[in-house]
C-alpha cells in the first residue's frame, strides 16, 4: 500500500510552453501532498505544500505564479510549470502525507529546450 | 529553512564492508527519517527514529539518533551492490501551515558498492 504515482516521468518541452505535471495517491487519501525539486546530484528542495480543497503554500524564493499548484482532490494533485524556461529543468517529485509518513512519486524529468 | 550536511558526500566501499553515513541537523525535531535514491529515481522511505529514541534496527539497517549533538548515522552492513544509491536524511522542521509535517533533506550520500 501507500503507492504514489506521478505522470509523466519525463517531458520535453519548448521554452514558453506551460506543462503540467500530476501526482496521484493510488491507494490512499491524502489532503496533503508536496512538491519538491531536485537538481543532478543535489538534495531535495520543498516548493510548496498543497492541501485538498486550499491554496497551496509555497516556500520562500518560489514564485507561485510560475508554478501553479492546484489540490484537486484527495488523491490528486497537479503541478503546472507556467512559461518554461531552460533554467527550469530539473526533476520534480511529489509526496503524499499519511498518518507519520510521506510516500514518495517515482518523479518527473523536465528538459525546458 | 537550512538544509542538513551529510558527511561523506560520496563513498566507495567493497561489497560485503558496512558502509556509515552520517547526518547533521540544525533545529529541533520530532523525528529524523532517512531515505534510499536511486539514480534518476524517487525516493524510497528506509527508516524513522523519533527524537525520544537513540537507536533503531531494520533488517541490515542501523541507525542513530543523538539529539544533544544534532547528529544521526546511519550503517549498512554487509553492504551489496544493489545498495549503490544516494541516502538522503530528512528531518521534519515543525507543522506546516496545515498542521502536517515539512520535511527538510540533508544533502546527501552518494554512496557505491564495488563488486
Known amino acids: ?113 | 529553512s537550512q538544509q542538513g550536511e551529510e558527511d561523506p558526500q560520496a563513498l566507495s566501499i567493497q561489497e560485503g564492508e558496512n558502509a556509515t553515513m552520517n547526518c547533521s541537523y540544525k533545529t529541533s525535531i520530532n523525528n529524523l527519517q532517512w531515505y534510499r535514491q536511486n539514480s534518476g529515481r524517487g525516493l524510497v522511505h528506509l527508516i524513522l527514529i523519533r527524537s525520544n529514541e537513540r537507536e533503531k534496527h531494520s533488517g541490515r539497517l542501523r541507525v542513530t539518533l543523538d539529539t544533544s549533538k544534532k547528529s544521526s548515522s546511519l550503517l549498512i552492513t554487509a553492504s551489496r551492490a544493489a545498495d549503490t544509491a544516494s541516502y538522503f536524511c530528512a528531518t521534519d522542521e515543525g507543522i506546516s501551515n496545515f498542521g502536517n509535517e515539512k520535511l527538510t533533506f540533508g544533502t546527501g550520500t552518494r554512496l557505491t558498492i564495488i563488486p
Open chain 1, 1 to 113: 500500500g501507500a503507492v504514489v504515482s506521478q505522470h509523466p516521468s519525463r517531458v520535453i518541452c519548448k521554452s514558453g510552453t506551460s506543462v503540467k505535471i500530476e501526482c496521484r495517491s493510488l491507494d490512499f487519501q491524502a489532503t496533503t501532498m508536496f512538491w519538491y525539486r531536485q537538481f543532478p546530484k543535489k538534495s531535495l528542495m520543498l516548493m510548496a505544500t498543497s492541501n485538498e480543497g486550499s491554496k497551496a503554500t509555497y516556500e520562500q524564493g518560489v514564485e507561485k505564479d510560475k508554478f501553479l499548484i492546484n489540490h484537486a482532490s484527495l488523491t490528486l494533485s497537479t503541478l503546472t510549470v507556467t512559461s518554461a524556461h531552460p533554467e527550469d529543468s530539473s526533476f520534480y517529485i511529489c509526496s503524499a502525507y499519511r498518518i507519520d509518513e510521506q510516500f514518495f512519486g517515482p518523479g518527473t524529468r523536465l528538459t525546458v529546450l
